[in-house]
């Protein structure tokens, strides 16, 4: 079973940037299709990204196309997604998500808190 622990938020003024890492022990990491959700305060968990097992194919929300990147590294069992251009409105805890060979996630992080700030 994969484990999933992510690591890269923190604090950012507005247009900044960051990156946020998730690494996965245990399972067969190039099985699993990856995905990053985030949940602001108050709100429902929303998708932001997702990659597939191949990583051939990627599919954003359309609030952060242009700006985030989702891209893995199978050698490092590690899956990233790097934000640009950060707003205000991104602010949430952000979690990494594992589905084997699918996108039916069932393996969740524990989530890193993202702060971006006017």
């Known amino acids: 079973q994969v484990q999933l622990v992510e690591s890269g938020g923190g604090l950012v003024q507005a247009g900044g940037s960051l990156r946020l890492s998730c690494v996965a022990s245990g399972g067969t990491f190039s099985s699993y299709a990856l995905g990053w959700f985030r949940q602001a305060p108050g709100k429902e968990r929303e998708f932001v990204a997702r990659?597939?097992?191949?990583?051939?194919?990627?599919y954003y929300t359309d609030s952060v196309k242009g700006r985030f990147t989702i891209s893995r590294d199978n050698a490092k069992n590690t899956v990233y997604l790097q934000m640009n251009s950060l707003k205000p409105e991104d602010t949430a805890v952000y979690y990494c998500a594992a589905g084997f060979l699918t996108y039916n996630y069932k393996i969740w992080g524990q989530g890193t808190q993202v702060t971006v700030f006017s």
């Open positions: 990659i597939s097992w191949s990583a051939g194919s990627t």
